[in-house]
């Protein structure tokens, strides 16, 4: 084999440090755009560079020039006794920067709406000071009027309405020990993927409110063991076959006037969705099996509902986020899976082609729907529907491309193999770009695409960039996420591809594929998963690792690892204890190894009740395989992660014990789900590559440098 000379240190040795200054290289990347109603003005959120944290509000001008609207850093942006206001797990942990995360506008753009240090500020948008607005306590969620005159916000878990003038009132006040107004549930964050819990109306006299009452739910205690002093953490938490939180939807009137949304909630009781447009409210319910989605026209007067569209499958009914929706006539936007397609219908006669498999709804103009769907799984380009014309890609080139449309201005984030880019169009004309002022990564991915096996398995190979075809054999190191809702296979540079390459660039043949349950393939490979969650994923990635050798005879099938993190640990854990012959070692991060102890939406969706299909969930736990175990094993795991328990490895460590297996345990403490510390963050990749190193007998080979 052909390498540099030897050191003690690994290659790149910047990289690490790099991805965790960097915050996975999303520091200086501009997001969550809203587009004026004129179509000329578009904000955004971007921090000031790739290592930057503080994320400002940005206005982007008819003429291409970008301003500053809001910055955290100015003088007295900022209370520091400010307490923090209440959000979810979810909404802390996809904040990758600090500073202004979330704003909300107008109708038309005018004013923009945010919260800082729980303080709720708002600004002009064509000029002025960004000016504080007292409330009457720390601010969530605080969303503008569509008149621009009042913002509705969450705090002391009831809905307040203030008026520019300072003006305060509660709309809606907990009428329960355990009863929020305006905030998702746990499953609604987690799982659902629904991020609110309230919505104005057209006219901006009234909302449609969500009250959760988790009074049913059982509560999990999140201790800190390396501060003993400090008491638990209590949470509600709806672990498979255990009760959900009691969820309702109301129509609240400025004037506290009130009516219940009414369905079945018995039969129904996940509320996915819910908006109110020029035709009166739509809310989208699902049934606890999950196999049942029923879409809903509300009277927002008297309450009742009528059925627009009922979905069923024999598995469960995969929600598309940002539908079902209307277009300005009132024709309904709405999932359709037919023909090996999951698709869209709009109105009783448009519909999306066979083979496109859409991913998401994008924005709705007019009678023009925006959505992002893949022909081939591994790339995701923007389309158009409108009436008359039909489907139109708009995207260009390999990557994954996302964006959103008003009034003709179409703004569209491409991810490529290139790096991140955002442009501008006007009626379908080039107009500009969005900086992205991200730091290039130190390493660049060289992946090699291939389809493995008789299932066509999209697959990534990355080799060192120093190494020389044919000059020996490689150890591999398969480093798979395999689950359900992420792909990692794809023609674009992401982080996870920058470290894959930092892996091989330690002198692996670094194998990434995504196989049976991953996302863009149409329904029956998503759902073949059903009832197993290990057993068809784990044949997947066997598969692809011989082939890859048949293709690439570099791979040294006699020194095979794996690395996970989330269901990617599951993965790795359950290879080395399932298919020992195949794999040598493994790195199992944050690994769900019990099926039980994750929540009802999640694991119901995919492995049915615990109480009607219990063998479902014996098959896909890691626990009963612990005395299988006969390879290096390194679980890891963040002892504050309020997402996948601790619980989870540590009930696979004790019955690994129980049985006398060998293992090594890496506690992280005070870490989440996601490490955010540079410390841990880079630590972690370095650590990573000892074990493996030590664990395929590589500790005394040459390192490059």
């Keep these: 084999m ?63 020039t970008e301003r500053v609207l809001a910055d955290p850093r100015e003088p007295g942006a900022a209370d520091a006794d400010q307490p ?184 129904f009781e996940y509320l996915v969705d819910a908006r109110w447009d020029a035709h009166g409210p739509l809310v989208t319910v699902q049934s606890r099996d999950q196999r049942t989605v029923r879409v809903l026209a509300a009277d927002p007067v008297t309450g009742a509902t009528r059925t627009l569209h009922e979905q069923h499958d024999a598995s469960w009914v995969e929600l598309v986020p940002g ?33 496109l498999q859409v991913r998401a709804v994008l924005a709705i103009d007019g009678e023009r729907v925006l959505f992002a769907a893949s022909e081939e799984p591994t790339e995701t380009h923007v389309w158009s529907y409108e009436p008359g014309s039909g489907c139109t890609r708009i995207s260009e080139g390999p990557g994954l491309h996302s964006g959103t449309l008003r009034d003709g201005t179409l703004v569209l984030e491409s991810r490529t193999p290139g790096g991140h880019r955002v442009t501008v169009q006007r009626e379908g004309q080039p107009d500009g770009a969005v900086a992205v002022l991200a730091e290039e990564p130190v390493i660049t991915p060289r992946p090699v695409f291939l389809s493995l096996g008789e299932r066509k398995v999209r697959t990534a190979l990355y080799l060192p960039s120093w190494y020389e075809p044919g000059s020996g054999k490689l150890p591999v190191l398969l480093d798979p996420y395999g689950g359900p809702a992420l792909q990692v296979v794809v023609r674009a540079r992401t982080w996870t591809s920058c470290v894959s390459q930092w892996f091989a660039e330690q002198g692996f043949a670094v194998l990434v594929a995504d196989g049976r349950g991953t996302p863009g393939r149409g329904p029956a490979w998503e759902k073949a998963v059903y009832g197993d969650s290990l057993g068809p994923v784990l044949e997947d990635q066997i598969d692809a690792l011989h082939a890859a050798a048949e293709v690439c005879p570099e791979l040294d099938l006699d020194r095979v690892a794996i690395r996970g993190w989330s269901f990617g640990g599951y993965l ?18 944050a690994a769900p190894a019990d099926p039980l102890l994750y929540d009802t939406h999640w694991k119901e969706r995919y492995l049915g009740h615990p109480a009607k299909e ?28 309020d997402n ?24 992280l403490s005070g870490v989440t789900h996601l490490a955010a510390s540079e410390d841990v963050a880079e630590n972690l990749l370095l650590l990573q590559i000892v074990f493996l190193r030590e664990a395929l007998g590589l500790a005394g080979e040459a390192r490059t440098i």
């Design 2 to 64: 052909t390498t540099p000379p030897s050191t003690t240190a690994p290659v790149c040795p910047g990289f690490p440090r790099q991805f965790a200054r960097t915050r996975r290289f999303s520091l200086g990347v501009p997001r969550q755009f809203t587009v004026s109603a004129d179509g000329h003005r578009i904000l955004f959120l971007r921090s000031g560079g790739g290592t930057d944290p503080v994320s400002r509000l940005w206005l982007r001008e008819p003429e291409g």
């Design 84 to 267: 923090e206001a209440e959000r979810t797990r979810r909404e802390r942990a996809r904040e990758q920067s600090d500073g202004v995360v979330a704003y909300s506008t107008d109708v038309r753009a005018r004013l923009a709406a945010f919260a800082l240090g729980g303080t709720l500020r708002v600004v002009e948008v064509d000029g002025g000071a960004v000016s504080t607005v007292a409330t009457a306590g720390p601010v969530t969620d605080p969303r503008l009027s569509p008149d621009g005159r009042s913002v509705a916000y969450v705090t002391a878990r009831g809905v307040h309405v203030v008026d520019l003038d300072g003006t305060d009132r509660p709309l809606a006040v907990p009428d329960g020990p355990e009863v929020t107004y305006g905030l998702p549930e746990h499953v609604a964050a987690e799982s659902i993927g629904r991020l609110r819990g309230f919505w104005w109306a057209p006219d901006s006299g009234a909302l449609l409110v969500a009250r959760v009452d988790t009074a049913p739910v059982q509560r999990w205690h999140i201790a800190d063991p390396a501060n003993p002093h400090l008491p638990p953490r209590s949470m509600p938490y709806p672990a498979a076959g255990t009760a959900n939180a009691d969820v309702s939807l109301h129509r609240i009137s400025l004037d506290g006037s009130r009516t219940e949304i009414v369905w079945d909630r018995q039969e």
């Design 323 to 355: 539908a079902p929706a209307r277009t300005e006539s009132g024709a309904l936007v709405h999932p359709l899976e037919q023909d090996g397609t999951r698709g869209l219908r709009v109105g009783a006669d448009g519909r999306t082609p066979p083979g």
């Design 572 to 589: 790795a854990a359950g290879a080395v204890l399932r298919r020992p012959d195949a794999v040598h070692a493994a790195v199992a991060g």
């Design 614 to 641: 219990p063998e479902n969930y014996e098959r896909s736990s890691l626990l009963p395989d612990a005395h299988r175990l006969g390879r290096p094993l390194l679980i890891v795991h963040g002892m504050a992660d």
């Design 644 to 667: 996948v328990v601790v619980a989870h490895s540590l009930r696979l460590s004790a019955a690994l014990l129980a049985a006398g297996r060998p293992h090594t345990v890496l506690p």
